[in-house]
């Protein structure tokens, strides 16, 4: 057993097996979420990783321990376990580590209805509670019940209703799974649309045998775009192992922006719902919160991590969020993300229209954006500082510290934030033009590499 405050982070727990996370952990986790929720049932999912089913398994014996009932939903998308928790009413846990390299697990939880835990909302109870039970003992006295369920079907069945595929014209998509869990609830998912599905590494595998599942690193878009020019396709997604986030290519095999994502489906959900409120982070594009505005939309800024976001979104009534790490919230999905039904969004409104998907995002592109870059530093606080130092007292300049430090001027604008695990500043630069934001990314850097 390791450190369990290096595995609970901000909004999940994520460590090595079984270095930094075994049963037992898993199990003392168990125990205590149990105790912290007040949780009578639990439904539990699992990712296709080598060590999912025993650490699922051991969290089980936690649960029960204390008296809860578990439903086990098994293999499953951490948005099934979302659908999971909200059609069911229940708490949930999640065993996944994401796009992490094989050694990783971890858990994302939520409470009833997908209510996210994070630090602020729980899980630091449920931090110091296992750690209590793994001192004095975990095993419990209750007699909770394990019911298995399928609920593939009826999740697959919830996505298509929330959004008009009817009438749409055939399209030839192609989907990297990377051998995650996209795999397992795609075909489900695309069962019964007028889409031909070119799968891409579906065969579920822990190990990552064709390239991590991670779409955010362009190098593991590579058989992706290759296969969308290759096949002809309309277009192209890649999800991480999770299946929670979904990254876009479209027909040219050229990488589109998450921002130009969030864009096009807040303009859809501002179509059915007037007026509403899109929330976004700080760091998409400024054209996402003008494009919202322009459709009559409000624009909801808040800072980067999906339980800001979701938290967010329920405390206004949000009808969308969209994250630049490819993360899609939908109030009619209970405020949690999904990249499946987001990339069932993009169908819908390019099966509507007979152009290709390069020319309808167009529009959602406005800007030259340097995407993320990190940098390795050893005091985040001191280098933040000097950044800040720079530029205050410059004419035209605007700065706030929502999420790390904000910086905006004639055009253009960054932000620069620390990483919440490693020694790392996060900078995304954005400007009219990419003279411009070039130029912004370059004295930035210059300033925390010095």
């Known amino acids: 057993m390791g450190d369990l405050a290096k595995i609970f982070k901000a909004y999940d727990v994520r460590g090595?097996?079984?270095?930094?996370?075994?049963?037992?952990?898993?199990?003392?986790?168990?125990?205590?979420?149990?105790?912290?929720?007040?949780?009578?049932?639990?439904?539990?999912?699992?990712?296709?990783?080598?060590?999912?089913?025993?650490?699922?398994?051991?969290?089980?014996?936690?649960?029960?321990?204390?008296?809860?009932?578990?439903?086990?939903?098994?293999l499953g998308s951490t948005d099934l376990l979302y659908y999971a928790s909200g059609s069911l009413g229940l708490p949930g846990v999640m065993f996944t580590a994401s796009h992490n390299p094989a050694r990783y697990n971890g858990m994302k939880m939520c409470r009833a209805g997908a209510v996210p835990v994070s630090a602020e909302t729980g899980l630091t109870n449920i931090r110091d509670r296992a750690a209590e039970l793994l001192a004095t003992g975990v095993s419990g006295s209750g007699a909770g019940t394990v019911v298995r369920?399928?609920?593939?079907?009826?999740?697959?069945?919830?996505?298509?209703?929330?959004?008009?595929?009817?009438?749409?014209r055939p399209l030839r998509v192609v989907v990297d799974a990377g051998n995650g869990m996209a795999g397992h609830t795609a075909p489900s998912v695309f069962a019964g649309l007028p889409v031909e599905l070119i799968p891409l590494f579906f065969e579920l595998d822990g190990?990552?045998?064709?390239?991590?599942?991670?779409?955010?690193?362009?190098?593991?878009?590579?058989?992706?775009?290759?296969?969308?020019?290759?096949?002809?396709?309309?277009?192209?997604?890649?999800?991480?192992?999770?299946?929670?986030?979904?990254?876009v290519?479209?027909?040219?095999?050229?990488?589109v922006s998450p921002s130009a994502i969030t864009a096009l489906v807040a303009v859809r959900e501002l179509a059915k719902h007037p007026g509403a409120r899109v929330v976004h982070n700080l760091i998409t594009?400024?054209?996402?919160?003008?494009?919202?505005?322009?459709?009559?939309?409000?624009?909801?800024?808040?800072?980067?991590?999906?339980?800001?976001?979701?938290?967010?979104?329920?405390?206004?009534?949000?009808?969308?969020?969209?994250?630049?790490?490819?993360?899609y919230y939908f109030r009619d999905f209970w405020f949690a993300d999904s990249g499946m039904l987001a990339a069932l969004h993009l169908l819908a409104a390019l099966g509507e229209r007979d152009v290709?998907?390069?020319?309808?995002?167009?529009?959602?592109?406005?800007?030259?954006?340097s995407g993320e870059i990190n940098s390795t530093v050893g005091d985040q606080s001191a280098v933040v500082a000097r950044v800040r130092d720079a530029y205050a007292g410059r004419e035209g300049v605007e700065m706030d510290d929502l999420d790390g430090l904000t910086v905006s001027g004639p055009g253009w604008w960054f932000n620069l934030r620390p990483s919440n695990t490693e020694p790392l500043l996060r900078l995304n630069a954005e400007a009219s033009g990419e003279k411009q934001m070039a130029a912004v990314r370059d004295e930035v850097l210059a300033a925390v590499r010095s």
């Open 249 to 255: 290519v479209d027909e040219r095999g050229e990488s």
């Open 16 to 74: 090595v097996v079984p270095g930094e996370l075994d049963e037992r952990t898993a199990e003392a986790v168990g125990a205590a979420f149990v105790e912290v929720l007040g949780a009578g049932s639990v439904v539990v999912a699992r990712d296709m990783r080598a060590s999912s089913g025993p650490l699922a398994a051991a969290f089980t014996r936690g649960a029960t321990g204390r008296g809860a009932d578990v439903v086990d939903a098994g």
């Open 149 to 168: 369920r399928d609920l593939l079907d009826g999740y697959a069945a919830h996505l298509r209703g929330l959004v008009d595929l009817s009438g749409i």
């Open 207 to 247: 190990e990552f045998p064709n390239h991590e599942a991670n779409p955010l690193e362009p190098d593991n878009l590579r058989d992706l775009q290759k296969t969308v020019l290759d096949k002809g396709a309309d277009l192209g997604l890649a999800f991480d192992g999770d299946a929670d986030r979904c990254w």
């Open 285 to 327: 594009s400024r054209a996402v919160p003008e494009i919202i505005a322009e459709h009559g939309g409000v624009p909801v800024r808040t800072r980067v991590g999906h339980s800001y976001i979701k938290a967010e979104m329920a405390r206004t009534g949000a009808v969308f969020g969209g994250e630049h790490s490819a993360h």
């Open 356 to 369: 290709p998907l390069s020319d309808m995002l167009a529009r959602y592109s406005r800007y030259a954006a």
